[in-house]
């Protein structure tokens, strides 16, 4: 018995402001099996937000525009459910950034 429902990956939203760096993450999660999309700025996070509604944001606290905290912010508070982890390269500040169950993660982009 075969079933009508089709496997649906996960989505994650990847954003940085180094298009480098971004290529390089968006590589790495979809060999995991993931559908990914990126953005280098924050307007451009949330336009593709909306229409990709994905399950994960991975949030570079750089962004221009909109900025990581104030995207982070904005998803929070209109998007109840969707996990979010921040990355920046000094996540020592963030240690007790929380809000609630949505950050799922608080990493660091540096290589040291």
Do not use: C, W
Not at 26 to 52: R, W, Y
Not at 81 to 100: C, E, M, P, R
């Amino acid at each position: 018995m075969t079933s009508d429902k089709t496997f649906e990956k996960k989505r994650v939203l990847v954003t940085d402001h180094e298009q480098k760096s971004l290529k390089l993450l968006a590589e790495k999660i979809e060999v995991l099996g993931f559908e990914v999309q990126t953005a280098s700025t924050g307007n451009d996070a949330l336009k593709k937000f909306e229409k990709f509604l994905p399950d994960v944001v991975i949030i570079d606290r750089d962004l221009q525009r909109i900025n990581g905290i104030q995207l982070l912010m904005k998803l929070f508070f209109n998007y109840p459910g969707v996990k979010l982890v921040l990355a920046t390269d000094d996540s020592t500040n963030y240690k007790n950034f929380q809000l609630k169950d949505s950050i799922v993660a608080i990493i660091s982009k540096s290589s040291s």
